[in-house]
């Protein structure tokens, strides 16, 4: 019988949608913010930087099946 | 034919197996960063076996059956006994595919060389009734037109946005996180692709009787396993590295490359953890086409899309033919499967010297130095402050030379500075 999961794979494109644009967006952001003269950028660059290490470590958990 | 000579033999041509399927999907991983120059070729393929070895000893879950249920296996209605010469032709057939392909450049699906070699196997040994046809379409065939499509668009959009948001000068950035998201792209496949194999050597090992029918895999199938891919990867399979990181779209830009994989990776993550299995290599392919199609500029090489796709649809019926024709001649005993084994070894050392009459190695990558153009002017003007005889010479011909070297828009700079340098001291 051929059967497709559609409702899967239409929740793997959204999931992958939204994290890969999310971490790019997290780390453009970073990026840009990274010079310029407002005091603010910075700290709000090294900020993005932590939630792209965060989401490393979400990567991670996700890969290794011992965590779930 | 003695049972432990062909089980050995089996776990063997398994590890041989792992050790393809190693090199032929580092580019997955590491085209990308490698073309960019966000890493160096031998560091890269190092980075990524390092996490094979790693992923591999994480798996935890072996399969149950060797091939996710496209052959009707077991002793129930009508299904298989898979047997060790089976699953020996099948991972000669599937061996020999995966070497053919790393010789034409093509990435491949080196699951798919397995399942396909496994069907070939099967079919002669239990004919066609043996194969799963529903499977193999919703299994293999419509997600191998689902998965490039949808990571083409992920990543084409992604790289529409780092576009939008980061400037020129900052761009180079993106080799850092570069690094980390192909990192992840290599762990994940430490996790799946050796589980692959140490299923099909601790089921080879059940069926021998070797182990208890709910035996967990040994701790030396996992570690041998972990080794071969580990290996596997270090060895690097350039050609296919050359054709996904150059051949595929046109240079690659940092910004392009940590686009691409973070679509890889969160297409790859998102697919096996919520169940609908997508290819690594089908992924990450669907990612370079997109991200080139995202910049302007940037060109797609759809004769050699077309060439890949073309791969993708042959593998399984290739794969299959080949282990077919192994399987056919197994069956001549007593002979027939040292034969088999002896022209498999044969076809695979005939591959590796056909494939030294073009070589291609890590020394194919040449790739900017990381750093390199990041601040020319302010060291053309300490140099200057330092030793202003010898700057105008160095400036110069380091300019040059970069220019020489890629047609990248910031060596312009440095000569600017050069010349101002030149003007300022005249």
């Known amino acids: ?68 | 034919m003695d049972l432990t000579l062909l089980v050995v033999l089996v776990i063997g041509l398994a590890l041989l197996f792992d050790f393809t399927n190693g090199f032929h999907d580092t580019a997955n991983a590491m085209a990308t960063p490698i073309a960019t120059g966000a890493l160096k070729p031998r560091v890269a393929v190092g980075i990524a076996a390092i996490l094979n070895l790693v992923g591999a000893f994480l798996s935890t879950e072996v399969a149950r059956t060797i091939s996710g249920g496209l052959i009707r296996e077991g002793d129930g209605d009508g299904g298989v006994q898979i047997t060790p010469v089976l699953i020996l032709a099948g991972l000669i057939g599937a061996i020999v595919w995966n070497l053919l392909t790393w010789l034409l450049g093509l990435p491949s699906s080196s699951s798919h060389a397995l399942f396909g070699g496994l069907i070939g196997a099967a079919i002669i040994g239990a004919g066609f009734g043996a194969i799963d046809g529903g499977v193999l379409v919703s299994k293999i065939l419509i997600p191998a037109v689902l998965a490039p499509v949808t990571a083409m668009a992920i990543s084409f959009l992604a790289t529409k946005i780092a576009y939008a948001l980061v400037r020129k000068g900052q761009r180079n950035g993106f080799k850092r996180g570069q690094i980390f998201t192909s990192s992840l792209v290599s762990l994940a496949h430490g996790t799946n692709d050796a589980q692959k194999t140490m299923g099909v050597i601790t089921l080879t090992l059940i069926a021998a009787g070797f182990l208890d029918v709910d035996a967990h895999p040994p701790f030396w199938v996992i570690a041998a396993c972990a080794v071969a891919i580990a290996a596997g990867t270090y060895a690097g399979g350039w050609r296919i590295i050359k054709t996904l990181g150059k051949d595929l779209t046109s240079d690659i830009e940092p910004a392009q490359g940590f686009a691409a994989e973070a679509s890889t990776t969160a297409t790859i993550l998102s697919s096996s953890y919520l169940g609908f299995a997508l290819s690594t290599t089908q992924v990450a392919s669907g990612s370079v086409i997109g991200t080139g199609l995202g910049r302007k500029g940037a060109k797609v090489k759809w004769s050699t899309a077309g060439k890949i796709a073309i791969g993708w649809l042959i593998t399984i019926p290739a794969a299959g033919t080949l282990a077919a024709l192994a399987a056919l001649l197994a069956r001549v005993e007593p002979w027939g499967v040292w034969v088999d084994v002896v022209v498999a070894l044969l076809v695979i050392g005939g591959i590796y010297l056909w494939s030294r009459r073009n070589r291609v190695s890590s020394r194919n990558f040449h790739t900017p130095q990381p750093g390199q153009f990041v601040r020319p002017k302010k060291k053309a003007k300490k140099a200057k402050k330092a030793k202003p005889a010898n700057v105008k010479t160095k400036s110069k011909s380091k300019a040059k030379k970069q220019q020489k070297q890629h047609r990248a828009p910031k060596p312009k700079k440095a000569t600017k500075s050069a010349k101002k340098n030149k003007k300022k001291k005249g």
Do not use: K, N, Q
């Open chain 1, 1 to 68: 019988m051929i059967a497709i999961d559609w409702p899967a794979f239409v929740t793997v494109v959204v999931a992958s949608l939204v994290a890969a644009c999310g971490i790019v967006v997290v780390f453009s952001l970073a990026l840009r913010l990274g010079d310029g003269r407002a005091p603010w950028r910075r700290p709000v660059s090294y900020a993005l930087y932590f939630v792209c290490g965060l989401i490393v470590v979400l990567g991670i958990y996700l890969i290794v099946p011992a965590f779930h």
